[in-house]
């Protein structure tokens, strides 16, 4: 069905970015825009999930500017889409809040607030079209605006990576512009549904599918670099690390999925339609399988790289930036390890639970590693540091942030009951369905090295003797507040004497040294993973919704065909054909000439 | 009797309820928090003893599109274990008022292990796979946070992630195999389910069912294994035992209840729950005895012996626990004709018996080294003067370890003998090893116990201190209350098969069987068996061995220093190995060098798409052998030494300059191809770049990278002809193809104005130029997203330039916040972070590392 709700997200975002910029001689307003358009995303995007989840088939459509598909911009938003949308909004929400208090003053003042929500409108444009070209402006979007916020402390390490952050993703588009500009030239379109469609039947429309297939490598290029996987995560560790937290937290819990949510919808849902046999050494498969057999075990090589290498290089992180940059390297292996084992399974059953997978993954590890990001940035805020040699005996300073961060860390690795787990669990037996035991050792050792690397964060920067920093930190923190409860005992006069100290007497007085709004943000997301864990049913039914209208590619092209976009509302839809299309465009063609 | 399933529920929310309490009630009532938690347990312990004697389940929803369901299962196992962590859960509640009097952490520490007993029940009662392995995860998290309770101590927090590594990596093997049996059963008549037992499609009731899927599907062997690596990590089997001696850094309490008595008990009661489904009756000796038998015969033997070469006190309980542990699933791990049920009766009665005398002792070593400040062996002796009722406590409990009649352990670990016999006598050749292995062990294990028991006499070393007070009260009562208990065992041993065992075996026999009566009392001890001999035996060697125990622990303290044949050696190894992997890598793939980034980038593209149409077989293209037109030719020469002469330019400007003929040259291109508004468009960019790259290259440096080496230039120059081919060939597919119906042909009919039309018309561009249709009308979302992508270009330079200043001045302002370390912190840092100090006075088992104690956290 047709419905305006569906850009609604994209406007809020976009209008919040716009008044942002325009109340720049009003910080106070313009904060409190922000946090409230951050607000109305996620109302809208609820909305959305809501108007999806009544439409009979699943799917609203949006024409834009009121052109048919495949001619004009095409909106799509389906199960796929709003749950992606639904983890971009909680996340983006709580990281403008985050970021109230997080950043500079003048920081916020120049341009943040605009660039974060202009970084939002990228996401759910890139989720929402039905377009390749429109992906790959949307992909721009995403770009310019991280590419910003990451230079945005602009201090030397801050300027290089970013810009190599940059010029790997400038090159990323120049493949992507490549790869749309022959996918064009040879099925004709650019719209998802209609190429699909016409691979689908390619003597029909007159295409060979055969060079499709090397397009489609070369475009999914692209995604794997935005996703940050292996051999195209180069960008990763030092964006990371020189990115402000809050947004980090958007980059890795949110950024990063719509390489993951442009794969699936992308090669499952429009790719996978297209009957080729492929052969190579090594690699072969039936028409049935199509495109499949060939990414099936690209898609493995990556993943397998991306789970171990990532979890190998996180164990002996200086930092905890850092170390939770390689751990979004490994985690991204476990969220393309099942649509690796997916994509080679004949059985439809097992490529939903595959894609459910990936999907559920997808949300832990947004939730998860945004809130270890948050977490570790409020350490940063109250210490000055995330160096694990300056860290230290945090849960004695900081309990309640210590409790977040351990939540976030055990939904790493997979502890039930908290959604990990559920990730986890769902990667495991998409594998043993499948019947592949080499995904399934990937699977275990990927997981025995997020306990090495968790654990050895945990055992450096929160438990241990606290450092002169952390000391340092409780004593501010103590003459900050003279009138708490810090003063009770009387101790407190000769505090920063023994700051230095180990007896760790003069930290049972403070409460908590980080800074109460940042904690309270990294709980909400620590909360959200226990009950999302706890109450898993509606997220797995979301999650196997989702798997399902990716690979339901003809329900996806019934929902955006040209033949019956143009009279839905007269006969209220219709299987439509590629008859009527044909006939349409011949008429035109008599017209026009 | 059906459970009551409301009681059942509120039994194991019992204690995760209480926990959000703790820290208030710490504020009011302080330390006697003990008590609550105490009473909470109590509480537990009240409500599962309303379900004595109830058998069957009850299925509450959790997850209904996943399958799984919170089912929980009454029966004599579960029950055992349930009284087992509710009941010493009580006790050491009790004994932590005291214990835990001066240390530091109380909310913490009760907090947490209200948690641990909860998930305890959990075990104990679930019957749904996952859920089951739900709280299974939950008792290694707190176990993990427990061991790490001296959270400052380099060694805590070594044995904590040492433990946290093994149990929660055995368990996920372990929940690999339960995914396994799901999958199996789902090929199965009665359906996939998680449940194992209790309902009528359960795992267990359609045995045989399940059995052959897995072995039609040859999963049998690796389900069997992947679950069993879960049971052997958790209950510290040879070779992942390691974990245990380490766990002692928890607080004795702690190593009583979760490292002795519960937690590690978890493994062998799912060995216990699981065989009735891979142990069915069988006229022939099945995998899971050849599996775990062996496995916990082995164990047992290996781990009595370190016990041996123990020097700390909780050490050489800890491999005992190992030890019996082993003796348990050796017992379950015997199955088939001649041992299906004394193996089950060996397996449910040692559990019970175990627990208890091993809690004792534990509670006892918490009171050694409260009282008398040290836990070394060799420090310690003669301390029955000084504390006579704990000598007691401590002779029924390690009699009991002993195996001497007729005292609690004796009992059980005849059971094993009688079973090993059999087996041996049933199946004859290499089978006789089993008897021979269990008492060879059970030799070791009188030793240690004994050596243990003479602490309490012969003569006080010198360095003892003298003011060995006695304990109070609340650390006294709850071991001499296990101790009751297991010497009533041990006289009268009815009384505990009547009052657990009994129906705790049952549940491990083949669904079919029908079990018979345990009964076991002092008498029997007058008729001589062959397995009597066999205790008499293990007690005989014992005794005469034991004046050579010197020799003896100097031996095993030898044997075990081999780096090669130490498990220790292999976890360091590996993790301290993975530290030095993960730095290289690191470096190798991120060392900051920008081309070693982009490098892999192109190469990874180029070979992906080459792949692409290598696999997609043959692709065809039209054109190839026509020769174009002169002027094309003449035009793409210049573009092709224009190229390269960019490769070979020495300066920004000349590479600059020779770039931009590449780009006119493409204009004249255009031109030739009749696109005019297309060629403006190139020129006016080629030139404003050009200029623009002129006025900015002024400030930068002048040079370029140099390439250094032969190799590296060849490397380069290959991989950027690979990327080149590529997009040649890209174009080359590209352009050969000609889809019928493109969506262009749309745009040209609608970019006009109709033939016949209105004022008003929206199904028409109304335009002249059918570019700027498409881009002002027909694809405007794109032109949206493109004047953000400009907007933000400009802000970026905005943003760039004033957080600069702003940076810089922070910088002016505050010099020292940014500077590096604050020198005078540095060495208390380095100090709190290195290796702990081997001092002699060390309370810590740092032996039980091997050496290794807290080097890699």
Redesign the interface.
């Known amino acids: 069905m047709t419905s305006t709700v569906v850009i609604a997200p994209l406007l809020v975002a976009?209008g919040t970015a716009i008044l942002a910029?325009l109340t720049r001689r009003v910080p106070r307003l313009q904060r409190a825009l922000s946090v409230a358009g951050a607000g109305a995303y996620v109302v809208g995007v609820a909305v959305l999930v809501r108007a999806v989840r009544l439409d009979p088939d699943g799917r609203l459509v949006y024409r834009?500017?009121?052109?048919d598909g495949?001619?004009?911009?095409v909106l799509i938003a389906d199960p796929l889409s709003t749950l992606m949308l639904a983890l971009a909004a909680v996340v983006s929400l709580v990281a403008a809040v985050y970021s109230v208090r997080f950043v500079?003053r003048?920081?916020q003042r120049?341009?943040y607030h605009?660039?974060y929500h202009?970084m939002v409108?990228?996401v759910t444009?890139a989720l929402l079209t039905g377009d390749v070209?429109?992906l790959f402006?949307?992909f721009?979007?995403m770009l310019?605006?991280s590419?910003?916020l990451v230079?945005?402390?602009?201090?030397s390490d801050a300027?290089r990576a970013a810009l190599?952050y940059a010029?790997?993703n400038l090159?990323?588009s120049a493949?992507m512009l490549?790869?749309i500009?022959?996918l064009?030239?040879?099925?004709?379109?650019?719209?998802m549904a209609?190429m699909a469609r016409?691979l689908a039947d390619p003597t029909a429309?007159?295409?060979?599918?055969?060079?499709?297939?090397?397009?489609?490598?070369?475009l999914?290029?692209v995604f794997l670099?935005k996703a940050g996987v292996m051999?195209?995560q180069?960008?990763v560790?030092?964006a990371y690390r020189a990115a402000p937290a809050p947004v980090t937290a958007v980059l890795a819990g949110v950024v990063k999925k719509v390489g993951v949510y442009a794969v699936v919808r992308l090669y499952f849902t429009v790719f996978a339609a297209a009957p080729?046999?492929?052969?190579?050494p090594g690699?072969s498969g039936g028409p049935e399988l199509g495109f499949l057999a060939?990414f099936g075990p690209?898609l493995f090589l990556m993943a397998t790289a991306s789970a171990i290498?990532g979890g190998?290089?996180?164990?002996?992180?200086p930092d905890m930036e850092?170390l939770l940059a390689?751990s979004s390297i490994a985690q991204i292996g476990f969220i393309m390890l099942p649509l690796a084992v997916a994509a080679t399974a004949a059985a439809p059953a097992v490529r939903t639970v595959g894609i459910a997978a990936a999907l559920v993954y997808s949300v832990n590890h947004g939730l998860a590693k945004s809130l270890l990001f948050l977490a570790v940035g409020a350490a940063e805020d109250a210490i000055?540091s995330t160096r694990l040699?300056?860290l230290?005996?945090l849960?004695e300073v900081a309990p309640v942030l210590s409790g977040a961060f351990l939540i976030g860390a055990?939904s790493l690795?997979?502890?039930?009951?908290l959604t990990g787990?559920?990730a986890?669990?769902l990667v495991?037996?998409t594998a043993?369905?499948a019947g592949a035991p080499l995904a399934?050792a990937v699977a275990?050792a990927g997981?025995?090295?997020t306990?090495?690397y968790v654990?050895?964060a945990w055992?450096?920067a929160f438990?241990?003797?606290p450092?002169?920093?952390v000391h340092a930190a409780a004593t501010a923190a103590r003459t900050g507040r003279d009138d708490g409860p810090a003063v009770a005992d009387g101790g407190h006069a000769d505090a920063a004497d023994d700051a230095?100290g180990?007896a760790?007497d003069d930290l049972a007085t403070v409460a908590s040294i980080a800074d109460p709004v940042l904690v309270g943000c990294t709980l909400s997301l620590a909360v959200l993973l226990v009950a999302l864990g706890i109450g898993?049913?509606p997220l797995?039914?979301a999650a196997?919704d989702a798997a399902a209208a990716a690979l339901d590619t003809e329900a996806y092209v019934r929902a955006v065909d040209p033949a019956i976009a143009g009279d839905a509302i007269a006969d209220g839809g219709g299987t439509g054909g590629d008859q009527d299309?044909?006939e349409q465009?011949r008429a035109?063609?008599g017209?026009?000439r | 009797m059906q459970p009551d399933a409301a009681v059942l529920v509120a039994a194991l929310a019992l204690p995760f309820v209480a926990v959000p309490f703790v820290p208030a009630l710490f504020r009011v009532v302080g330390q006697r928090v003990a008590f609550f938690a105490a009473a909470v347990a109590a509480g537990s312990f009240g409500l599962l003893a309303t379900q004595y004697g109830a058998h069957g389940a009850v299925q509450l929803p959790?997850?209904?599109?996943?399958g799984v369901s919170l089912t929980l299962y009454v029966d004599g196992l579960a029950l055992l274990i349930g009284f087992l962590a509710s009941g010493v859960g009580v006790l050491v509640f009790t004994y932590s008022y005291g214990y835990m009097a001066h240390e530091?952490g109380h909310v913490k520490y009760y907090a947490t292990l209200l948690a641990f007993m909860g998930s305890m029940l959990g075990v104990a009662f679930a019957a749904d796979l996952?859920a089951l392995?739900?709280f299974w995860?939950?008792t290694?998290?707190t176990s993990?946070l427990l061991i790490?309770h001296h959270?400052?101590e380099?060694a805590?927090?070594y044995a904590?992630?040492k433990s946290?590594?093994i149990t929660?990596?055995g368990g996920?093997?372990m929940?690999?195999g339960f995914?396994?049996l799901a999958?199996a059963s789902g090929d199965t008549a009665a359906g996939r389910t998680f449940v194992l037992i209790g309902t009528e499609n359960s795992l267990i009731a359609n045995g045989e069912a399940v059995r052959e899927a897995l072995r039609a599907a040859g999963l049998f062997v690796p389900a069997l294994a992947l679950v069993a690596v879960g049971a052997i990590t958790k209950s510290a089997q040879a070779p992942f035992h390691v974990w245990l001696p380490n766990a002692m850094e928890a607080p004795t309490p702690v190593s009583a209840f979760l490292h002795s008595a519960t937690m590690v008990k978890a493994g062998v009661y799912l060995v216990g729950r699981f065989r009735p489904l891979f142990a069915p009756e069988l006229p022939s000796v099945p995998e899971w005895t050849l599996l775990l038998a062996t496995l916990g015969l082995v164990s047992m033997t290996i781990t009595a012996i370190l016990a041996v070469g123990a020097t700390d006190i909780k050490e050489l309980l800890a491999y005992s626990t190992a030890s019996h542990l082993g003796l348990i699933i050796a017992g379950y791990g015997l199955a088939g004709p001649a041992a299906v049920e004394l193996g089950a009766e060996t397996g449910a009665f040692h559990i019970f018996n175990h627990a208890v005398f091993k809690a004792t002792l534990f509670l006892v070593a918490g009171i050694i080294a409260h009282e008398a400040h040290t836990r070394k062996l060799e420090e310690l002796g003669g301390l029955a003067g000084d504390l006579p009722i704990v000598a007691g406590i401590t002779g029924i409990a390690a009699l009991g370890m002993a195996g001497v009649p007729p005292f609690n352990g004796f009992w059980s670990k005849e059971l094993l003998f009688e079973t090993t016999y059999f087996v041996a006598v049933e199946h004859g050749g290499l089978y006789w090893l089993y008897p021979a292995i269990a008492v060879f062990g059970s030799v070791f294990t009188f030793l240690y116990s004994i050596r243990f028991l003479m602490l309490f006499f012969g003569d006080r070393p010198s360095g003892l201190a003298d003011d060995i007070h006695r304990p109070p009260l609340a650390m006294l009562a709850p071991p001499a209350l296990l101790a009751a208990i297991a010497l009533a065992t041990g006289i009268v041993p009815q009384l505990g098969i009547d009052a657990v065992v009994q129906s705790a075996f049952e549940a491990s026999l083949p669904v079919a069987a029908e079990a018979h009566s345990l009964t076991l009392s002092i008498p029997k001890l007058f008729s001589f068996t062959p397995y009597l001999g066999m205790s008499l035996l293990t007690v005989g060697l014992g005794a005469v061995a034991y004046p050579f125990y010197g020799r003896l622990h100097a031996g095993v303290r030898w044997a075990r220093a081999v780096d090669y044949t130490s498990p220790n050696w292999y976890y360091d190894g590996l993790?301290e190995g993975?530290?030095?992997?993960?730095?290289r890598?690191?470096v190798g793939?991120?060392g900051?060098a920008?081309r070693?980034?982009?490098a892999?980038?192109?190469?990874?593209?180029a070979v992906?798409?080459?792949?692409?149409?290598?696999?997609?077989?043959?692709?065809?293209v039209d054109g190839v052998g026509a020769v174009p037109p002169v002027p094309l030719i003449v035009v793409l020469g210049v573009a092709v030494v224009g190229a390269g002469a960019v490769a070979r330019a020495p300066s920004h400007i000349a590479g600059v300059l020779t770039l931009s003929v590449l780009g006119f040259m493409v204009a004249i291109v255009f031109i030739l191809a009749n696109a005019p508004d297309l060629a403006l468009t190139q020129l006016v960019i080629e030139t404003l770049v050009l200029v623009l790259f002129l006025l900015v290259l002024d400030r930068l440096p002048a040079y370029y990278g140099e390439i250094r080496s032969r190799a590296r230039g060849i490397a380069d120059a290959a991989l950027a002809s690979l990327v080149g081919f590529?997009?040649f060939?890209?174009?080359l597919?590209?352009?050969?193809?000609?889809?019928?119906?493109?969506?262009f042909?749309?745009?040209?009919?609608?970019a006009?104005v109709p033939?016949e039309h209105g004022p008003f018309f929206?199904d028409f561009g109304g335009g002249s130029n059918v570019v700027n249709v498409i881009l002002v009308?027909?694809?405007?979302?794109?032109t949206l997203?493109?004047i953000?992508?400009v907007a933000?270009?400009a802000?970026?330079v905005?943003?760039?330039v004033?957080?600069?200043a702003?940076?810089e001045t922070e910088m002016a302002e505050r010099p020292e916040?940014d500077s590096a370390?604050?020198p005078?912190?540095t060495p208390?840092?380095?100090g709190?972070?290195g290796p702990p100090p081997a001092s002699a006075d060390d309370p810590a088992p740092s032996d039980g590392t091997d050496g290794s104690g807290g080097v890699d956290?």
Do not use: C
């Open positions: 976009l910029l834009v500017s009121n052109w495949p001619f004009g911009i500079g003048e920081g120049l341009s605009a660039l202009l409108v990228g444009g070209f429109n402006v949307w721009e979007v310019m605006s590419y910003v230079a945005f402390a602009s201090d300027t190599q010029v790997l090159l990323g493949v490549l790869a500009g022959g064009y030239a040879t099925t004709g379109t650019l719209n209609d016409r429309f007159g295409i060979d599918p055969a060079p499709v297939l090397g397009l489609s490598a070369l999914l290029v670099l051999p195209f180069f960008w560790p030092d080729l046999t492929v052969s190579l690699i060939f690209v290498l190998l290089g996180a164990i002996d992180q850092g390689y000055g040699s300056d230290g005996g849960t055990l690795v997979g502890i039930p009951p787990f559920f986890k669990l495991f037996d043993v369905r399934l275990l997981a025995i090295l306990i090495a654990t050895r055992n450096n438990w241990g003797s450092g002169s920093r230095h180990t760790g898993f049913d797995y039914a196997t299309v044909a465009l035109l063609r017209d026009g | 959790w997850i209904p599109s996943l530091h996952l392995f739900v995860e939950l290694s998290v993990f790490g959270q400052r380099d805590s927090q904590a992630r946290m590594l929660v990596a996920l093997f929940l690999a995914l396994v999958f993790t993975a530290n030095g992997v993960s730095r890598l690191a793939l991120h900051g920008f070693t980034y982009v892999p980038l192109l190469l990874g593209t992906l798409a080459l792949a692409g149409y290598a696999a997609a077989g043959s692709i065809s590529t997009v060939a890209t174009v597919v590209a352009t050969s193809a000609s889809p019928e119906e493109p969506i042909q749309y745009f040209l009919a609608r006009g033939a929206s009308d027909f694809r405007a979302f794109d997203g493109e953000a992508v933000m270009a802000l970026s905005l943003t760039l004033g957080m600069r702003q940076t916040s370390d604050d005078a912190a208390a840092t380095d709190g972070r956290r």
